[in-house]
T-cell receptor, first 114, second 112 residues
Framework: DAGVTQSPTHLIKTRGQQVTLRCSPKSGHDTVSWYQQALGQGPQFIFQYYEEEERQRGNFPDRFSGHQFPNYSSELNVNALLLGDSALYLC?????????????FGPGTRLTVT | GDSVTQMEGPVTLSEEACLTINCTYTATGYPSLFWYVQYPGEGLQLLLKATKADDKGSNKGFEATYRKETTSFHLEKGSVQVSDSAVYFCAFFLGSARQLTFGSGTQLTVLP
């Protein structure tokens, strides 16, 4: 049973650039949530996708956007990168359709902005 | 606002010592509570959960009891191992909210 997978593992970008991170949910899950984890901090909720729509959004600017595909996988896009966007980006999947809201996390993508 | 307060770390213990990591929450309602563990260089793993008052979650020798009267969900283990060295996060869902709210994490180091 494949767990949540994310790509790439690491990424280095320059200020002002754009980045796309990818996530495939755990088998049987239909919902993907994205979190940002700064060094030494707990994860902060960015947004959640279900049925290819953004269902809830945390306190993040519009530079952060996402997408969910028919196969439930998801992308996180960040435009106009800032140094402060350097963090571990975590994807979590769950199954809203079956009412199982506990979230299972992937290994994360480490983004460094220079 | 809704929040989680965790015991500050780092915590350093000798192997076979007892562990308690304190977690209290502030929420307008009755959340579902979780403990996640993050090993070095990895993502978060769900360790245990409790969805209503007086529920006890348990896994891999770890336990936590949902105490509504004290709004707490303290993580305990009777005898820690070197392999338990990690960062532990307390978190909750509130009502129909779709997001987990996390504490800031507690770094645990277990020495042989």
């Amino acid at each position: 049973d494949a767990g949540v997978t994310q790509s790439p593992t690491h990424l280095i970008k320059t200020r002002g650039q754009q980045v796309t991170l990818r996530c495939s949910p755990k088998s049987g899950h239909d919902t993907v949530s994205w979190y940002q984890q700064a060094l030494g901090q707990g994860p902060q909720f960015i947004f959640q996708y279900y049925e290819e729509e953004e269902r809830q959004r945390g306190n993040f600017p519009d530079r952060f956007s996402g997408h969910q595909f028919p196969n439930y996988s998801s992308e996180l896009n960040v435009n106009a990168l800032l140094l402060g966007d350097s963090a571990l980006y975590l994807c979590a999947s769950s199954s809203l359709r079956t009412g199982k809201r506990e979230q299972y996390f992937g290994p994360g993508t480490r983004l460094t902005v220079t | 606002g809704d929040s989680v307060t965790q015991m500050e770390g780092p915590v350093t213990l000798s192997e076979e010592a007892c562990l308690t990591i304190n977690c209290t929450y502030t929420a307008t309602g009755y959340p579902s509570l979780f403990w996640y563990v993050q090993y070095p260089g990895e993502g978060l793993q769900l360790l245990l959960k409790a969805t209503k008052a007086d529920d006890k979650g348990s896994n891999k020798g770890f336990e936590a009891t949902y105490r509504k009267e004290t709004t707490s969900f303290h993580l305990e283990k009777g005898s820690v191992q070197v392999s338990d060295s990690a960062v532990y996060f307390c978190a909750f869902f509130l009502g129909s909210a779709r997001q987990l709210t996390f504490g800031s994490g507690t770094q645990l180091t277990v020495l042989p």
